[in-house]
């Protein structure tokens, strides 16, 4: 039996740019998160008694990483060394130039030339398994390298294993890099597939398998949920077990309220969101978005985002008391008056009779011809958005801004 470790999407280094600005605390925390992240991989594959690690590509954010970068990496990489653990990298679309002059002796980079197979031995020099790989050459690689690294699989003894940074079955919101099938990977000679690019944890099929281990820490919202690595392990007859390892160091949510027709107030507001708060144990980035008809809409939509933040850093607080607010996003819509908007709704038919569009337009110094790149459908949808807007004005659902 043995085990090792598959880790993809490191992204060491991410800039964390637009929070620098806004939040520079937060900023300089998430992006130590990455590396910290990598060293709880590296403590646990000692722990496990991992003979291997593979990285599955996109280890930096850039190309050209900075020397902190490539320090901290390369410190991780010689405890792991010190353990007997070795390492092999294939780099992908964000990491394909970042090559370290001299990396440890138990690190292998595969050559982004041709794919190339390593084997890992016991201490009788039995060979375990063979991992083979190849690393992308550019950043946007548009030719699929699947069957490269299949070919120097075949013949491999040992548990076979596929390292490659790739867009299996053209996966949406991901560039179609090295896209690949997952029919051509399950056909060929690997046991296991060490797939990196797409950021979501996910067994895409067991034996043989393919698997995205995810992003070891998630970077924004669009990164939700426990994040790691995998940890695989296999018996004497080769059967494998993929178990995940969660290591990050901040977890990142949304928490979306869509029924607030009750939120008459500001308490209301807060009571609600405090009892939707889910129960999360570890550090959190939270994002609060407020959705649907709600009373206190006019007066949301007026607040800065500093004014929501300060309205609800208390219940999350108190309920989470690990928690960040992330940001507040207002989508919240005036609650509809019925009995007003109906008695209103003549008159704003009287007024869009008798408003002439193109004297508006003159009033305004505008000609028709600069709405010209609009469709009827468009301009039918502007009016009643118009409407409505001129009915919850005049029914008092919503203030008029200042
Ligand atoms: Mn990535």
Known sequence: MFRFIHCADLHLGSPFAAWRKVRPEAARELALAPF??????AELAVREGALFMVLAGDVFDTSTPSLYAELRFRTTLEKLDREGIRVFWAA???????????????????????????AVTDADGRILASVAGISHAAADERNDLAPLVDAALSGASGFRIGVLHA?????????????ATLAELVSGHADYWALGHIHGRKILHERPFAVYSGSPQGRSVNEPGARGAVLVE??????????????QLFRFETLTLAELKGAADFPALEAAVRA????????????????????????????????????????????????????????????????????????????????SPAKELAALSLSPAEFSGFSAEELAAVAREAE????????????AEK
Not at 95 to 103: I, K
Not at 168 to 179: D, K, N, Q
Not at 388 to 397: A, I, M, Q, R, V
Request: proline residues 9%.
């Open 276 to 355: 939707a708060l889910p129960a999360i144990a570890e550090p959190l980035y939270l994002r609060l978005v407020l959705s649907g008809p709600c009373p206190l809409n006019a007066r949301l939509r007026g607040a800065d985002s500093a004014q929501l933040e300060e309205l609800f850093a208390g219940a999350i607080r108190a309920k989470l008391p690990k928690a960040e607010l992330e940001s507040v996003i207002v989508n919240t819509t005036a609650v509809p008056s019925a009995s007003r908007r109906e008695g209103l709704a003549a008159e704003v038919a009287a007024v869009r009779g008798a408003v």
């Open 167 to 179: 867009n299996v079955g053209g996966e949406a919101g991901y560039e179609p890099y090295a896209p």
């Open 92 to 118: 992908g679309n964000h990491d394909w130039g970042a090559v370290p002059p001299s990396p440890p002796a138990n690190t292998t980079r595969f050559s982004s030339e041709k794919a190339e197979c390593f």
């Open 388 to 399: 409505e807007l001129l009915l919850d004005y005049l029914s008092g659902d919503l203030e």
């Open 234 to 247: 296999v018996d004497d007859a080769g059967r494998a077990a993929v178990k995940p390892l969660d290591v």
């Open 36 to 41: 910290a992240a990598f060293d709880r991989l």
